[in-house]
């Protein structure tokens, strides 16, 4: 496909669907085991509760730091007390589990009933002794991932500023300095603190993977960039110092609110950045980085080139097919901008919220990437109507549709090569080293169709689908 002189520029459009994805309260599945110290109190109905056992269930072995709060009929007739009742399962919680934090989860139910979560909060936090961080994670207002992002926000403000050290907290420091560098000479000690440039402070926000946090850390410190700290943190007791004027950088597309709350609340600089989501991604995110804190990057070039090789034997696979993105987990448009570079086209990118704000600097490096690589520019839709769409995928007839896991087997039948966007969630999908778990994903349905063609199986799958 070549560009035209009518896609020179990314068009939008808002077709003010329904939300089509999996429910936001999800966060939890991912969230309670980053943050090692907490426990998450689901407050909604039996549905919700349903919803989490399908969801998690393959977790049960693990004894999962989740709980459901079912709320019964004499809570949304108003006829028990919220507070007593949130009183007696946070005291039961504290007594089984004692967590450093314990996180409310709202759900749809407790918007419609108006539960003052907000306001019951503080006071029974100074009652049992524990922080209670309230999230709204509701699906009436936000989309599948989004719900980790009602989380970050709320425990951004959270996030300790600086105070001063006293005698006792030093020599503490001290102490577990000598730990750290028990062993080492002294020259030794020296070069690692010399590794870094002097830079103003730099704290990353989104829930990564312990060994992901480990890859992106050490791509920044190859560069003499210090990371300050992480949220989450894996503890809640180790959240990052956070004061104004530090700056921050996300690491995932739908983490607006979070981005808003350090900037607004905190004083915080945002670097807008690409995210590090496949090799082009992730060097266009070290270099904006590097350029803020006035450093020339070093072998980001050769960097990315050594893993476009190493993954060659997958690009070729989907190199000049197309993919549809019927909208998900708003990691569409950094999915997207990867496959094209990747050699294919993507006609439509559908997202269910949009903040060009936010992935200003993402969305300019697929308009790059598509004008380098000779491809029109995608059609972005907002909240799409799903009947719309599926009307545009019999037009547009792509060689896979990435979509939510209610569309898959419908499309499957219909001929239509799908792959589930969920798993890009659960997937470690960022830095450079992990560009070849995107593409396993990308390329299973296609392979999974080439064997069957192999064995001849693909005519007896059409007759049993038609039957």
Not at 48 to 71: D, K
Not at 192 to 203: A, D, G, I, M, R
Not at 377 to 385: A, C, F, G
Request: with cysteine.
């Amino acid at each position: 496909m070549t560009m035209t002189a009518e896609n020179t520029a990314l068009s939008f459009e808002c077709e003010t669907g329904n939300y089509h994805t999996f429910c936001p309260i999800s966060c939890v599945a991912w969230l309670y085991q980053k943050i090692e110290d907490s426990f998450f109190l689901v407050i909604g109905t039996k549905t919700c509760g349903y919803f989490l056992q399908n969801a998690m269930g393959v977790m049960i072995f693990a004894e999962p730091r989740y709980a459901m709060a079912e709320l019964e009929e004499g809570d949304i007739s108003a006829q028990l007390n919220d507070f007593n009742e949130l009183k007696r399962l946070c005291e039961q919680i504290k007594r089984d589990r004692n967590p450093s934090v314990i996180v409310w989860i709202g759900t749809c139910t407790t918007e419609i009933i108006k539960m003052d979560l907000e306001g019951l909060a503080p006071k029974l936090e100074a009652e049992i002794g524990i922080p209670i961080v309230v999230a709204r994670a509701n699906g009436l207002d936000y989309a599948f991932t989004q719900g980790e992002d009602t989380v970050l926000a709320a425990m951004a403000n959270r996030c300790p500023a600086q105070t001063p050290v006293t005698e006792t907290e030093k020599n503490e420091r001290n102490a577990i300095q000598k730990l750290l560098h028990f062993g080492k000479k002294k020259e030794e000690i020296i070069e690692e603190e010399s590794e870094y440039v002097n830079h103003p402070p730099l704290v990353l926000f989104g829930s990564l993977p312990d060994p992901v946090v480990t890859q992106l850390t050490l791509e920044l410190k190859k560069q003499g960039i210090k990371v300050s700290g992480w949220l989450p943190a894996k503890r809640f007791t180790e959240l990052p110092v956070i004061e104004e004027g530090y700056y921050v950088a996300g690491v995932n597309p739908f983490l607006s609110r979070t981005a808003t709350t350090l900037m607004r609340r905190r004083k915080c600089k945002l670097i807008s950045a690409p995210f590090p989501i496949g090799p082009d991604g992730t060097r266009a995110w070290v270099e904006k980085i590097c350029s803020v804190f006035g450093i020339t990057p070093q072998g980001l070039e050769a960097r990315e080139a050594q893993i476009w090789e190493n993954i060659e034997d997958y690009v070729k696979l989907i190199r000049g097919k197309s993919v549809f993105f019927m909208g998900d987990n708003l990691l569409e448009i950094s999915l997207a901008r990867f496959l094209v570079r990747c050699g294919m086209t993507v006609p439509e990118i559908g997202i269910p919220y949009m903040d060009k704000r936010y992935q200003a600097a993402e969305l300019s490096l697929l308009e790059k990437t598509c004008q380098e690589m000779g491809v029109s520019l995608p059609k972005i839709i907002e909240k799409p109507d799903n009947y719309n769409q599926v009307q545009r995928i019999y037009e547009l007839k792509p060689d896979l549709v990435i979509t939510g896991m209610s569309h898959a087997n419908p499309l499957e039948a219909r001929g239509i090569n799908t792959k589930w966007s969920v798993e890009f969630t659960f997937a470690q999908i960022h830095g450079f080293g992990n560009a070849r778990d995107i593409l396993e994903l990308v390329t299973r349905p296609l392979r999974r169709n080439n064997n069957l063609k192999d064995l001849g199986w693909d005519k007896l799958v059409r007759e049993a689908t038609t039957a």
